[in-house]
């Protein structure tokens, strides 16, 4: 199903070291609206899906989000790089690093673990769309929200591009929904279907 490049989709090169960057970063690997969680929403829904097309998007896009996990990894990983104990203490990233060292954990920035409850498949077509419209507008927001707080452009330049992804996605997502509308029949549950409310 998958072709493995060994290079990450935008390259990530990190000059400086900054454990306070990395700790709000690391909410798009394991935070509510990250990456891992959309990955996982978009994989598991395609197989409710109705439509071979819509299949296809999901199956697309979240390939493409196992990518960009690999990108936020990478920058977590750079940002946490050789730190010195003063370092550490001095950032406030010491409770991270006595639970994980330096490795990449799923942790939003607030400090709670990745769970699954963080992402829905209900096998519904349009209930799983509006999920996914949802879900990228949230992550945009959050690359929107880091933007805001760092200025070093070794970050903000692959930030950028993460964010207009999530823009390109939510406007497969709108195609994939219009798609879907189109096709309503008794077999789809829309509270507006006349087949189904017959």
Same mark, same amino acid.
């Given at each position: 199903?998958?072709?493995? +490049?060994?290079?990450?989709?935008?390259?990530?090169?990190?000059?400086?070291?900054?454990?306070?960057?990395?700790?709000?970063?690391?909410?798009?690997?394991?935070?509510?609206?990250?990456?891992?969680?959309? @990955?996982?929403?978009?994989?598991?829904?395609?197989?409710?899906?109705?439509?071979? +097309? #819509?299949?296809?998007?999901?199956? !697309?896009?979240?390939? +493409?989000?196992?990518?960009?996990?690999?990108?936020?990894? @990478?920058?977590?990983?750079?940002?946490?790089?050789?730190?010195?104990?003063?370092?550490?203490?001095?950032?406030?990233?010491?409770?991270?690093? #006595?639970?994980?060292?330096?490795? #990449?954990?799923?942790?939003?920035?607030?400090? @709670?673990?990745?769970?699954?409850?963080?992402?829905?498949?209900?096998?519904?077509?349009?209930?799983?769309?509006?999920?996914?419209?949802?879900?990228?507008?949230?992550?945009?927001?959050?690359?929107?929200?880091?933007?805001?707080?760092? !200025?070093?452009?070794?970050?903000?330049?692959?930030?950028?591009?993460?964010?207009?992804? +999530?823009? #390109?996605?939510?406007?497969?997502?709108?195609?994939?929904?219009?798609?879907?509308?189109?096709?309503?029949?008794?077999?789809?549950?829309?509270?507006?279907?006349?087949?189904?409310?017959?």
């Amino acid at each position: 199903m998958w072709k493995y +490049e060994k290079k990450l989709q935008y390259p990530v090169n990190i000059k400086t070291p900054n454990p306070k960057y990395a700790q709000i970063i690391i909410t798009q690997y394991g935070g509510p609206d990250g990456e891992a969680s959309a @990955a996982l929403r978009y994989l598991t829904q395609r197989y409710g899906q109705p439509y071979d +097309e #819509v299949k296809a998007i999901l199956t !697309d896009i979240g390939t +493409e989000e196992l990518a960009h996990m690999e990108m936020i990894c @990478a920058m977590v990983h750079q940002l946490t790089r050789k730190l010195t104990p003063e370092e550490i203490n001095a950032s406030g990233f010491a409770p991270y690093f #006595v639970d994980h060292t330096n490795a #990449v954990y799923q942790i939003a920035a607030s400090g @709670a673990p990745w769970t699954a409850t963080y992402y829905q498949s209900k096998g519904d077509v349009i209930t799983d769309l509006h999920e996914n419209l949802a879900a990228e507008q949230k992550a945009r927001t959050t690359y929107d929200n880091l933007l805001r707080l760092i !200025d070093d452009p070794d970050i903000t330049e692959p930030l950028k591009f993460l964010r207009e992804r +999530e823009i #390109v996605h939510y406007q497969r997502f709108g195609e994939a929904l219009r798609l879907s509308t189109d096709r309503l029949d008794c077999k789809n549950f829309y509270a507006f279907n006349p087949g189904f409310d017959k």
